[in-house]
């Protein structure tokens, strides 16, 4: 099974470097500060592709050699391998246990760009926590790590939860464990979290959200109060000009 899932990865990759456009691929690092090498595809063609490829290996294949495969791509440079491996897996999350997530758990050290974080992050580990909370044990983790997109999926992580208002108490220790950290990437996966958290549950998040506005980063709150009443956004916002840290 693994040479199989070695031959199919390299076709794959070859699809993909052919079906893209490079005049794309040359806008697509606009939205990145990190170099990326793109094919240039578009999101759609590419999740459309990757539905369709997934069905096929399953079939002929089963999941330990769509497992293999997307983990062969995700090892790769170049940002299409590492989305498709994400979406071949997409729709199979809620079939995946322990030795998937401490799968999903590596990809973090492969990651190069918030695009290939939140995929993984947002899409597999995000869904699974919610599955089995007991696995947000690792959101709190990932918030003390020396990598950046650890931390930032302390935050990312929960959004899922946090969305279905679990684990709150989870989500205030990640925060106090990242409100001091001076990475954009970090500071605006946290302001999602709270913005997401607040959208849920503005009953308990918001007074949260008042006690931590003199000594959370201004990106953070900003992000956070995006969709609250104007009233309550400038009560949240009132005091965040004392914090130096700015976007």
């Given at each position: ?12 990759r ?19 500060k990190?170099e ?137 220790r ?71 840290s700015?976007?």
């Amino acid at each position: 099974m693994p040479d199989r899932a070695k031959s199919l990865a390299r076709r794959l990759r070859e699809d993909l470097r052919r079906g893209g456009s490079s005049e794309r691929a040359e806008g697509i690092q606009w939205f990145f500060k990190e170099e990326i090498r793109s094919h240039g595809w578009r999101t759609a063609a590419l999740r459309r592709f990757a539905r369709q490829t997934s069905r096929e290996i399953l079939k002929a294949e089963g999941m330990e050699t769509l497992l293999r495969v997307a983990d062969q791509l995700f090892a790769g440079e170049v940002l299409e391998e590492q989305v498709f491996a994400v979406l071949l897996l997409e729709n199979s999350v809620g079939k995946f246990g322990e030795p998937e997530f401490k799968m999903f758990d590596g990809w973090l050290d492969r990651v190069s760009s918030w695009a290939d974080h939140d995929g993984v992050v947002h899409y597999l580990v995000g869904p699974m926590i919610v599955a089995e909370p007991k696995r947000a044990r690792h959101s709190l983790r990932w918030a003390r790590s020396q990598n950046r997109w650890r931390r930032r999926a302390a935050a990312v992580s929960l959004i899922h939860s946090a969305r279905q208002r679990m684990l709150f108490p989870q989500i205030v220790r990640v925060s106090e464990a990242l409100l001091a950290d001076d990475d954009d990437m970090v500071q605006k996966g946290l302001g999602w979290l709270l913005r997401e958290a607040a959208k849920a549950d503005r009953k308990t998040t918001v007074p949260y959200l008042l006690r931590i506005r003199s000594r959370a980063p201004r990106l953070v709150l900003r992000t956070a109060c995006e969709t609250l009443p104007a009233g309550i956004r400038g009560r949240v916002l009132l005091r965040a000009k004392r914090n130096p840290s700015t976007s």
